[in-house]
């Protein structure tokens, strides 16, 4: 047994058999002897959580995946700052949850890449030229396409609450560019700007305007 406890924990999967305590010794899971499934004493050393200050909390013992405490917050924040940036962490799937609150409120989404985007003020509120690929051959062509806030503003149904401009890898705007996402709602007053500008250890958010420097950042 001990060989294959050992064995699985080199692989970082738990061995079959084995009773976790949720007590630590440097970082590392204590395991108990194994114990018949079902009884008492197994039900006991499972059913024992210890928070700690190792930012353990019960989220994490009650579907922390899927139940939120801050939703609320999240929801007046943006509709008071109209503009976020949103930090997730590194194994993604965090940020649907939050998107789908803003669903269920009546928002429709414009989903859009921060790389390729180009100038954010020309390609979201003008008429703005797109240059197909032409590979060296033939004479380069120019298009011109509308406005994407504007067109999808006309487009959403009469009960919709707004659209969420929606930005993923926008860690690679400057400074100038996310400073006109974040007037962006100023100018589009049903327009609500949510911009991925970075992974961080849980999921969290800050007011876009404190980001691009448009307000002092609080504390500093």
């Known amino acids: 047994m001990a060989t294959a406890a050992a064995v699985y924990l080199?692989?970082?999967?738990p061995a079959p058999g084995l009773v976790y305590h949720k007590g630590t010794i440097h970082g590392m899971p204590k395991i108990m002897r194994p114990e018949a499934r079902g009884s008492k004493a197994s039900k006991k050393r499972i059913g024992v959580v210890r928070c700690g200050s190792n930012g353990i909390g019960i989220g994490d013992f009650i579907g922390g995946d899927l139940v939120k405490f801050d939703l609320g917050r999240w929801l007046s924040d943006v509709e008071e700052h109209k503009a976020l940036a949103i930090y997730s962490p590194h194994e993604g799937g965090y940020e649907g949850r939050y998107l789908n609150r803003l669903r269920?409120?009546?928002y429709y989404f414009l989903d859009l890449s921060a790389?390729?985007?180009g100038d954010p003020e020309a390609t979201l509120t003008q008429i703005h030229p797109v240059c197909p690929a032409h590979l060296g051959k033939q004479p380069i062509a120019r298009w011109y396409f509308p406005p994407e806030v504007d067109y999808r503003l006309e487009a959403l149904p009469p009960d919709a609450k707004g659209l969420v401009v929606w930005i993923i890898e926008a860690k690679v705007l400057s400074k100038s560019e996310l400073q006109f996402l974040a007037l962006l709602p100023t100018l589009r007053p049903r327009v609500r700007v949510i911009a991925e500008c970075g992974n961080w250890r849980k999921?969290?958010?800050k007011p876009l305007k404190e980001i691009s420097g448009l307000t002092p950042i609080d504390g500093a």
């Open 115 to 117: 790389r390729g985007l």
């Open 104 to 106: 269920y409120q009546g």
């Open 10 to 13: 080199r692989h970082g999967a």
């Open 203 to 205: 999921f969290m958010w």
